[in-house]
Structure formats: C-alpha cells, structure tokens
C-alpha cells in the first residue's frame, strides 16, 4: 500500500495553541483532495498520513497538490511495509526500481523510531543498501552527492519505504493568522503579495478597481484569471471589484495634477477600508516595494497609509523587480500579470507625480472636494465573485 507522508514545517515548534495549527492544517488538507476521491488522513508525532481509499486514485497529482499546502515541511510518497526485514528487502527493493534503473549513484538514510525494531539504524542502512547493489550492480554507492537517496524510516504504524522527500510549501496553514483584503491589481506584484501574507496564514480576499471605459472588459479578467491562479495557494478567493470611474474624474478635475495618484490611493484605501468593517477583515495588503513606482516613496507610502484604518501589510517592501518576477514565476502568475491590458492606476498617470508630499497639503487638497457621494456610489454598486 501506498501512502502521501506530511511533515509538519513550523507549526512543530509551536507550543500550547499546535493543536489549532494542526486543525487547520487537516482542514485545508482534505479541501485540497477533495475533489480526487476519498483520503484517510490521520496524524501522529508531526506527521500526518494520507491514505488513499481507492485504487484509482492519481497519487502524483496529489502529491502535486499537496506541495501548495502552507504548514507543510515535506511530502514524501511512500510504500508501506510491515515491520519485518525480509519484507522490506523484497518489496522495498523492487519498489524503488524505477528511480534505480537510470541512477549511477545512491545513499541510503534510515531512521528508527520505533526503538523495538531489532535492527539499529547503522546496520538497516548496511543491509538495506547491500540487498540495492546486489538488486541493481550498476549502482554506486556515493554518501555526499548521490542520484538518489533512498529514505527507509521504521515508525510505529510500519516501515515507510521511498526515493523523494519533496520540499513542502512552508509557511503557516491558511485561515490560522486571520484575514485580509488584498488591492490586486492585476499587476506582476500584487498576487505575489497575497502569496507571500496566505503563506503566513493570512485568508485571503481581494479588492479589484476597475475603470470602464478606460479599463476594458479583459483587464478584469485577467485579474479574475489572477485569483484562479492563487487558489492553488490561498484556497477559495472571494474577490470584489470596484467600479472607479466616477471617483477618478472627480478627482482629475478637482486636484492638482501631480497629486493625482496619491489622492486616488487614498481614496482606494478609503473604500478598502470601509469593506473590511462590513466583512471582518484585520488588514490590508498590498504589493508596493520602496522606490519602484512614484506613488511608492516613503513619502509618498506615509501619505497614502495615513488613511488606513487597518494595518498594511506590504511584504514586498524590501524586494527588487528581479526577485518579485522570480516568485511570480514560481506561482504561475507571471504570464498572466503581463498581458497588455492597462489597469486603473495606469489612467490619468500625472505627467511629473509628487514624490515627496506632504501629509497635511495631501488632506488639504483631499477636503477641499467632497468625494463621499462617489465612494458611497462605488460600493453600493460593487461587484462579488467566489473564485
């Protein structure tokens, strides 16, 4: 019998509250699998055991989905044995032959927790690769560089046999730190900051503002497409999008050009604001980084955050394009966040931006027109959609 291993990642060194972690964990779990087919999952000492319950089950695409799970330190598919040598010589040995065949080179590590297994774990390792070589003569053994390392660990439930112990997502479970808005808009950094604050446990909901005609109809579904993107990693999104136009000419009309993206910013983290009372948010994010665009100065940023009624979370503050495009790669959002379709903070971009305003002239030129009408207009008419 085959079976997916997890291994804890942070949440083993929590203290009195781990049983919450773990909860949560095995929730997102088992809504991670769902939809593939009946699981037993159980847990014992940081681990917890995924059984399949049929044999058609697609195990490797389970494992693929499991490498999305934050709290998980490693996903290892493996073969179950009982705790008996001569078994796990005869069918270990065969069950690796596929990762075998085509090595030049092994090590093998062992690893005895259960103490009244008769063998220890130097000699486990000795035997067990002395039955590989004799199986597969083609095979070096190489302890400090190895093709492959092959993992045998003998635990209370049985003898676990397998060739990959696969790098988990990291990072706390979903849903275990809280929840958050998410200002995406539909550029490379804003999905990754919500990468970044799921992986710290944050749950995830995101705030779109879109700008007919000046925004067309395929920039918001680049941005739904985002979302689709980020569930691999968040779980289910619950995305709002706001309809900006009014509030955006009001505010070309009524303040200087070049304060024209610091009021709007405000304004966005106004309405943002006002949608994280009505549904219990705790914070807000967003995927400014420090001197990347005008708008994001530390002058600039104090002005704007000074109109947050929430924490902003900004977890790309410190990150070049480079590393941010890295990561985008890596979650599959890249490609998508690159089509050619402006977004609306590319409308009414002032020619020479403020880089360095100050916070009471920003107020100022902010209060001198009454924008309440137009925001209270934007959210009566907002948009839902679950993703």
Known sequence: MEVIMLKYGEI????????????????NIKYKLKPMGEFKLSRMQSTIYVEPQSDDIDLDLAVKK????????????????????????????AYLENALRTAKTFKVEAKRADKSFPMTT??????????????????????????????????????????????GAGGLPVGSSGRALLLLSGGIDSPVAGYMMAKRGLKISALHFES??????????????????????????????????????AIQQNAPEEYFTIIMRRLMVEISNRISEENGYRALITGESVGQVASQTLSAMSCIERAARFPVLRPLVGFDKIEITELARKIDTFETSILPYEDCCSVFTPRHPKTNPKLKEVEQIQESFDYEPFIQQSIQEIEVKMF
């Open 12 to 27: 083993a060194l929590k203290g009195q509250n781990k049983r919450t972690f773990e909860e949560i964990l095995i929730k």
């Open 66 to 93: 499991l490498l999305c799970v934050f709290g998980l330190g490693a996903v290892q598919r493996c073969l179950v044995l009982p705790k008996d040598y001569a078994a796990i010589s005869e069918k270990g040995v």
């Open 122 to 167: 130097p000699m486990l390792q000795r035997e067990f690769g002395g039955d590989i070589l004799t199986a597969y003569p083609h095979l070096t053994v190489d302890v400090h560089n190895p093709d492959v390392t092959l993992i045998v660990e003998i635990r209370d439930r049985g003898a676990y046999i397998n060739d990959t112990r696969l790098t």
């Open 212 to 249: 007919p005609p000046y925004t067309t109809e395929r920039a918001k579904m680049k941005v739904e497409t985002l979302c689709e993107k980020l569930l691999a990693y968040c779980g289910a999104i619950k995305l709002y999008t706001i309809n900006f136009t009014r509030l955006q000419e």
